[in-house]
């Protein structure tokens, strides 16, 4: 059945594609009528990228569809979109996103709400292990991610 | 002398550049410690993608700088930048963003100033003139745009 879970999973398949290249494990599919018309995952290190998250990724991925489609569809991403990639989803009036996990990294979802998004977070363990397991093997790599959004983590 | 109209300058040409390819002229340029570390302009069309703006293409060439120097940068572009444009600002701590015009669009820029960037509009007749002559020639394409990111055009 084509349900949040069926989509999510899709969205993990796209992280774990990123780790498997060497990349941070973020993914993210996007849906209209049950459909899978976009995917993507987060390019950071693999493109040398400065936009490359997976939600932009995934909505390059998708082409320029309609307005009409963007307004119904449903964005599935392991990890709480950050402000650019927020930005983007209230661009294009996505209707509904649904959210993998929040603890390791926390976006403005409120404000995708008060914009009229439907903000879901389903607090997924896979999400959040995969993620989590790469900060613990690249704590280097991850830092100097942190330090480049102007995180202390101190 | 490098001041804010030399520097605007720079991202007139890049929107310039744009119309040259046969795309949206709507230029950016980030700038940091006096010298341009990345340029870009609005290729939607040109690369039939739905993420570059001309801001986000100044961000991406820009490579992958270090938070500090994002932190101290300052951002000129043409255009009032949109939604995503001014989450990937927020997310880089862009220090300082001065626009060309906002009358043609106009993006978030009180969300902008709240989050803590200062933001400038000069008001440059020139950037809103190269702007409104291709909506004028390019009605269709324009509207599309438009429609896309759920502007009503009635």
Known sequence: ???DSYFMAQAIAEAQKSLNEGGIP?????????????????????AESAILHGEMD??????????ADYQKSTFYTTLSPCTMCSGAIMLYNIHRVVIGENTTLIGPE????????????LGVAECRELLERYIKENPDIWE??????GYSTD
Do not use: F, P, T, Y
């Open 110 to 121: 409120e404000l995708l709400r008060e914009s009229g998004v439907e903000v879901e977070v």
């Open 144 to 149: 100097a991610e942190l330090e480049r959004v």
């Open 26 to 46: 973020i993914g993210a599919v996007l849906v209209v009528d049950g459909e899978v018309v976009g995917r993507g995952h987060n390019r950071l290190l693999q």
């Open 58 to 67: 995934c909505i390059e991925s998708a082409g320029r569809l309609r307005g």
């Open 1 to 3: 059945m084509k349900n």
